[in-house]
């Protein structure tokens, strides 16, 4: 059966440029007619309606365009590829009126008119012979998708497409539909991702999938990811195919995008505690109280991106991140900075840290917002505008930790003498070194206590107590009650 195409657009080059395109990449086209005004479009589609229509929107005015749409609801099995050089919602919405498959806004690339050409003429009214015949084949239906049936006459090989813009989705839905398989597919667009089923061996799955993704990204440069599952069984139903694809679709949190991940079986993650250990906790207190940068960035590159397969759950390493950030939620309440734009870049982190589809990003804006916070406990404390007892209680709240932090240290940090600046703390204060030392120390103890799982004794020591059995006496003699006490009665399991 004669397929015929016409190609609409005043730049004559460019109508034989597709010409030529066309010609050389599809042998089911048989017509191809050329015009170049919209009179000769109108004459056209008087005479003979094409089963393809490549428009260009620009050259149609209002009334010419009123007319060429009139003749394509008078032929619904007509296949229109709309054009132009704008890319506007004006010329979007004129595409979506004359029922446009696509508008490819110029200078369009091949791969992406060849994927349009290939739908049209699968999809074409004319073009019958070209479908696959399914009357003897399984179809399959969302709901196979989400509940158990054990009776599946065939096996799959199953592709996944995911994008990294979710707003993309419905895009990619329309790409991967227009792509010309070379056997049937199947597929469904789901909330975050497209998956295909065609029968085992019915091609190369892994290739084409590839070629899929090249395709994309000359026509969108943005990153999508596909994994194909090739490990299914006529024993297997497509509900647990779907199951085990979706989570091979988590493996872009490690590996990022614009590549495909072959599967032959089921992928296992691996079981790790999310949580920091008591030690990790302590590491990361310390690191924080040194102001340890280099130490930090070392830590979250070992811990985070050097991890290798099996890999664990995505969701248990985004745990484990919120763990490690409420140790930098508390280090900044310590230098009052959970306010303002600081704690604006920390709600943004916790929201990247629970939704963000890359670990490598996740990881570089947490050491990014963990260098900005040290930068401002510096800067502080280089302030010339602070005066002598500010700049010792900022001192003192950075050091803490060290058991043997004395007013001298303090005194020569400042560049003070010890006796006048313990006068003038007393003048502002009320209180002298040693009761505001400890009134800071119990105050992080109680943090430690409500936060983490770390012994009495790992926080005794990272708050400055020289032993355990000292800061409980000094914990019951200011808050009435033992540590061990206090985080039994107050903690919130």
Not at 32 to 50: E, F, G, K, W
Request: charged share 25%; proline share 3%.
């Amino acid at each position: 059966m004669t397929t015929s195409l016409l190609i609409s657009d005043r730049d004559k080059e460019e109508c034989k440029g597709i010409r030529w395109f066309v010609e050389r990449s599809s042998s089911e086209v048989d017509l191809i007619t050329l015009v170049h005004s919209s009179d000769s479009l109108l004459q056209t589609l008087d005479q003979s309606l094409p089963d393809i229509l490549i428009l260009e929107l620009d050259m149609l005015d209002h009334h010419c365009y009123q007319a060429v749409y009139s003749r394509i609801l008078s032929s619904p099995g007509m296949k229109v590829i709309a054009t132009s050089a704008e890319a506007t919602y004006e010329k979007a919405m004129n595409a979506l009126k004359i029922q446009a498959i696509d508008l490819l806004i110029k200078p369009h690339s091949p791969a992406r008119l060849q994927s349009l050409l290939s739908f049209a003429l699968r999809e074409g009214g004319a073009n019958d012979n070209l479908k696959t015949d399914t009357s003897d084949k399984e179809i399959l239906t969302y709901k196979d998708l989400f509940i158990k049936k054990k009776e599946v006459q065939h096996a799959f090989d199953v592709m996944a497409f995911q994008p990294e813009n979710e707003e993309q989705l419905q895009e990619l839905a329309t790409f991967i539909r227009s792509y010309s398989f070379p056997a049937q597919v199947q597929i469904f667009t789901l909330s975050s991702f497209v998956i295909c089923f065609s029968e085992k061996a019915s091609f190369n799955a892994t290739a084409e999938t590839n070629k899929l993704l090249q395709f994309w990204h000359n026509q969108y440069f943005s990153p999508i990811a596909a994994v194909v599952n090739e490990g299914s069984s006529s024993e297997m139903s497509v509900q647990q195919l779907y199951q085990e694809t979706k989570n091979m679709l988590h493996l872009t949190f490690y590996k990022g995008y614009q590549q495909v991940f072959t599967f032959t079986e089921a992928i296992k993650w691996e079981k790790i505690d999310p949580f920091l250990t008591s030690e990790e906790q302590r590491e990361w207190i310390d690191m924080l109280n040194h102001g340890e940068n280099k130490r930090i960035k070392d830590w979250l590159y070992e811990h985070l991106l050097h991890i290798q397969p099996p890999y664990p759950e995505p969701s248990i390493i985004r745990t484990r991140l919120t763990s490690i950030l409420a140790q930098i939620r508390r280090y900044m309440r310590t230098y009052y900075l959970d306010h303002g734009e600081t704690e604006a870049s920390y709600q943004n982190l916790f929201e990247n840290i629970i939704y963000s589809t890359n670990l490598y990003r996740i990881v570089q804006d947490l050491y990014l917002f963990i260098q900005s916070i040290l930068e401002n406990v510096k800067k502080n404390r280089q302030q010339g505008s602070m005066d002598a007892v500010e700049k010792g209680v900022l001192y003192i709240e950075s050091h803490y930790w060290d058991p043997d932090l004395t007013l001298l240290k303090v005194a020569e940090a400042i560049e003070r003498n010890p006796s006048y600046f313990s006068h003038l703390l007393n003048k502002q204060k009320g209180f002298g070194f040693r009761p505001l030392l400890t009134k800071i120390r119990l105050r992080e103890a109680e943090k430690l206590l409500l936060e983490t799982s770390m012994t009495i004794k790992e926080i005794a020591a990272v708050c400055g107590f020289q032993t355990s059995n000292y800061f409980s006496r000094t914990f019951k003699e200011h808050k009435g009650t033992t540590p061990k006490q206090f985080r039994e009665n107050t903690r919130v399991l």
